[in-house]
């Protein structure tokens, strides 16, 4: 039976059409049904349901300033650069890859991290990553995890491809898996849960900014306590240019006693498809490109620079403690409502696959956690050698721009190191050769000329 508290708050949220599903349910089904709707705050998505129609409001433009272009002295430069050293050395920076995204747009069956960006070696984004990690270990000599958030979407794929891949070399007792939450879709219409299959209901994961409640929940944020580690390098799956070894904003980011720092890209264009760092009442934020007026979009200063210059590459570095406080209020971060089209069952338990958005997925985005931080700062980085999106199949955005972005950068390496590489020729640098354009011409035996695709490994 559907114990009473619950059929009380299905009856109080609007969730009644649930009672007689369950109720007629086999046993096994029912059961699942039941622990699925214990563990989801109906009143809170409720109250989200209700007030779906009121967009976020934009703070007014009064209150908005442009993120002012950073500066430092070379003395800074040269300090914030041994700090950062340092830190990796002392193995108190973890590395975290959020994973989590069902990857709808790139229509990969495969977690996304499995999918085989290497223009020439065909590896995966997650072992991109992973080698990214163990150059830097062995550079340094160092011990430091590599946390990778999964998803109940992508869970037990990506543990058992790591498994299987032998952890691309790393120890497994450094790379530490958890899994994010989940939120349910409601339908668009109705507000009432939404059943993918007779026993489960449809729940998707929760948003980036699940980050902060899926370490807090699994114990990591005291783990990494415990293990002296003080910052979480925070990357995203979906982008094999990101650089780890970034000395100086980890750097800077200690010897300012940030809460937060993040990169920032120079934009493309007013309109470019990226969230807007800016400040809001002096303090850090991001407006999404969608939100942002396109009159704001377009103010120039008077050198004719975009006043809203600043992109977000979705990388960012987070002091251990600021998020254990995050995580322990989570009403600081909002919920974000979506419409998307999300197969379910209808009233008679028939699957449907629909054409249009029918329903609402709720997701929090970590990056609504930058203005709870008193203490922040940011860093311009180059797009061209640090942001290669794979968002879409094909077009922006896609596998094939990320490969030609890797492709350049590893060509501008062998450029710099004093070598030629034909027109038209393919060339891939494993990061376990070399991490940079530096070590790259440190390592690179010498030949002067490259005139037919290359895997350097
Ligand atoms: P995106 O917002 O681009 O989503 O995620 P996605 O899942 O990769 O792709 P679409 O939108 O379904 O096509 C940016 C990064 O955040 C992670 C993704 O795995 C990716 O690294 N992410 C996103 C999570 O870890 N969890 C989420 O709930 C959402």
């Known amino acids: 039976m559907i114990p009473d508290d619950l059929h009380q708050r299905l009856r109080e949220f609007g969730q009644d059409h649930l009672i007689g599903i369950i109720e007629q349910a086999e046993p096994a089904a029912r059961a699942k049904l039941i622990a699925d709707l214990q563990a989801i705050n109906l009143a809170e998505l409720h109250s989200l349901f209700q007030q779906r129609a009121r967009k976020d409001a934009l703070p007014e433009r009064d209150r908005i300033q442009p993120m002012p272009v950073p500066s430092m002295t070379d003395a800074e430069r040269a300090a914030f650069h041994e700090a950062g050293i340092k830190a990796i050395v002392a193995g108190a920076v973890a590395y975290l890859v959020v994973a989590g995204g069902q990857g709808t747009r790139l229509g990969f069956d495969d977690p996304k991290g499995m999918f085989p960006i290497g223009p020439i070696s065909k590896k995966s984004l997650f072992q991109i990553h992973a080698e990214k990690v163990q150059a830097l270990r062995q550079r340094f000599n160092a011990r430091f995890p590599l946390l990778v958030m999964t998803s109940p979407a992508t869970d037990e794929r990506t543990r058992s491809y790591f498994k299987r891949k032998n952890y691309f070399r790393l120890p497994p007792q450094d790379v530490l898996f958890?899994?994010?939450?989940?939120?349910?879709?409601?339908?668009?219409?109705?507000?009432?849960?939404?059943?993918?299959?007779?026993?489960?209901?449809?729940?998707?994961?929760?948003?980036h900014g699940g980050t902060i409640t899926g370490l807090h929940a699994e114990g990591l944020l005291d783990e990494l306590d415990d293990r002296g580690i003080q910052t979480i390098s925070y990357f995203q799956v979906d982008n094999p240019l990101v650089n780890l070894a970034d000395y100086l904003f980890i750097g800077r980011h200690l010897r300012e006693q940030a809460q937060v720092s993040s990169k920032v890209l120079p934009k493309t264009g007013p309109k470019e498809k990226v969230g807007n760092f800016l400040l809001v009442d002096s303090r850090c934020a991001m407006i999404e490109y969608s939100d942002l007026p396109d009159e704001w979009a377009l103010e120039t200063d008077d050198t004719g620079r975009l006043k809203f210059w600043a992109g977000n590459p979705a990388i960012h570095l987070f002091d251990v403690g600021f998020l254990k406080e995050i995580a322990v209020d989570t009403d600081r971060l909002p919920w974000h409502l979506a419409k998307k089209k999300v197969p379910c069952l209808d009233d008679a338990g028939n699957p449907i696959k629909p054409e249009t958005e029918n329903a609402l997925k709720f997701e929090r985005f970590i990056f609504d956690a930058l203005p709870q931080a008193d203490r922040w700062t940011i860093l311009a980085t180059e797009r061209e050698n640090e942001f290669a999106p794979v968002k879409n199949k094909d077009g922006v955005d896609s596998p094939a721009t990320a490969r030609q972005l890797m492709i350049g950068q590893a060509k501008r390496w062998m450029r710099e190191a004093g070598v030629e590489v034909a027109d038209g020729v393919t060339v891939e640098i494993s990061p376990l050769f070399a991490l940079d354009a530096i070590e790259f011409r440190k390592k690179w035996p010498g030949q002067k000329e490259i005139r037919k695709n290359t895997y350097i490994s």
Do not use: W
């Not at 899994?179 to 998707?204: F, I, K, N, W, Y």
């Open 178 to 207: 958890f899994c994010q939450g989940t939120m349910p879709a409601v339908d668009l219409a109705s507000g009432r849960l939404l059943r993918e299959s007779a026993a489960q209901l449809c729940l998707s994961p929760n948003g």
